[in-house]
């Protein structure tokens, strides 16, 4: 769908044409002038609006965008979104978007406390608030911008260790839009947020801190294990004060001594509780032992010879 300006600018040949024609046929006949009076002021009205355009006399403006109004190059009025006359030769606009911007900046080079050289990657997300100081106030607004970022970016990395410009980043961002926004409020911009996407650092420095990465994340699962052991310990110890002499020593006979049995050594050592306890339990479960040894060894005999063999 074309608009009434770029109709303008493409038909503006054809509607003079049907009008000299009109005109004509209008003042060779009577009968026809009376008919065509109304068609006929509608294409002139028509006709003057489309040479406005063309001319310059009329502005098209957006609903998102203003125009500062210089009549004889000072300022007279802010032009809103719709159709604007502007003066030929006496008044100039100079239009403004009033959208929320983004402006990526290249990587600036920068230097922090350790004396690391990194590349920072920023972006800026800024709006205009006030048309008339962007135009006024400073020139070319969009590169000033850039300029401050950069000049904020190096001194906050310079006060900042490695360390604390990669583990703090958000707070960084909040110290760059702080750093420029009493200039940028001077400016009618409203700084949304500077973001800093990327830092890239020397290939010597990443590899060591990614070493070192790896280091607190093997201290971090040892804690974790070493934590989960103290849990269990806790717990069998918890449960051990509802057992009698009895019981722990049945367990400990159950469970630690076949683990003691896997090691290398050929001698075992029994607390001193069973030598100064019941003397006689300790050698009935000796015996005990020794009698399940020997069914063991003639169940071992009497087995298959396919058995055996395994």
Known sequence: MTTIKQFTIERIEAVFVMLLMLVIIAALNEEVRMLFVFPIFLLLLGTLIQVGFK???LVQLDDYERAIVLRRGRFHRISKSGWNIKLPWLEEMKIVDLRQKTMNLPPQQAYTADEVKVHLDTVVFYKVIDPRKVVLEVDHFTESLEEYVRSALRDIAGNLTVVELIGEIEKVNDLVKAKIEPFTSDWGINIVGVQITNVQLPQTIESAMQQ?????????A????????????????????????????????????PKLAEGEGNKVFFPVDFKSGDMSNAMSMDRMME???KAEGEQANTAPPHIRQR
Do not use: F, N, P
């Open 55 to 57: 001319t310059g006399i």
């Open 212 to 220: 070192l990465k790896r280091q607190k994340d093997l201290w971090a």
């Open 222 to 257: 040892a804690r974790w294990q070493a934590k989960a052991r103290q849990m269990e310990i806790e717990s069998l110890a918890h449960a051990a004060k509802h057992l009698d002499d009895r019981a722990l020593k049945y367990l400990y006979l159950k469970e630690a001594l």
């Open 291 to 293: 009698k399940e040894k």
